[in-house]
């Protein structure tokens, strides 16, 4: 539940998926007081026709584009906490894309995943190679460097 006040300026984007991702973090830094109740009020129905259980598309990376958001968020105004919870979003997230996609979309989602990595290590989130080997991997795929790293750990 949200006070109406906060949504005089924040608005759910049109036509992205996943639009809960572009605007609670938002809210949340917006609100002058946040209630928590360990009752739960809310339940959360999976349709199994829904968007969620359907095919990829290009649509899905709309996810990547609130992960984005909300680093660069996170950097501008310090909140490491933030930081660590939207890199780690992001490197899931992409990561589970990787074998749904199609493989022009690969490359792209490939590189996501490099990017939040490098982010991750940068600013000493604690998402670093050994806890994210399976990440590395899907983001550097060359079984010869991997093959390479397991003998002389390069990384």
């Given at each position: ?11 759910y ?23 928590v109740?360990p ?6 129905y ?18 990547l ?29 992409t ?13 792209e ?19 670093g190679y ?5 990440a ?6 060359c079984?010869?460097?991997?093959w390479l ?7």
């Open positions: 539940l949200y006070d109406r006040a906060l949504f005089e300026t924040l608005r984007p049109l036509g992205k998926l996943h639009e809960d991702e572009f605007t609670t973090y938002k809210a949340i830094f917006a609100a002058e007081k946040i209630g109740t009752v739960r009020l809310y339940a959360y999976q349709n199994p026709n829904g968007i969620m259980n359907a095919q990829w598309s290009p649509k899905r990376m709309h996810m584009e609130a992960f984005d958001q909300q680093i660069a968020f996170a950097q501008e105004t310090g909140r490491d906490r933030l930081l660590f919870k939207a890199l780690e979003g992001s490197i899931y997230s990561y589970s894309q990787l074998e749904a996609a199609p493989k022009v979309f690969r490359k989602l490939r590189r996501r995943l490099r990017r939040s990595l490098k982010l991750g290590r940068e600013g000493n989130c604690g998402l050994r806890q994210l080997s399976w590395y991997e899907a983001a550097y795929p079984k010869l460097l991997w790293n397991s003998k002389v750990r390069i990384l």
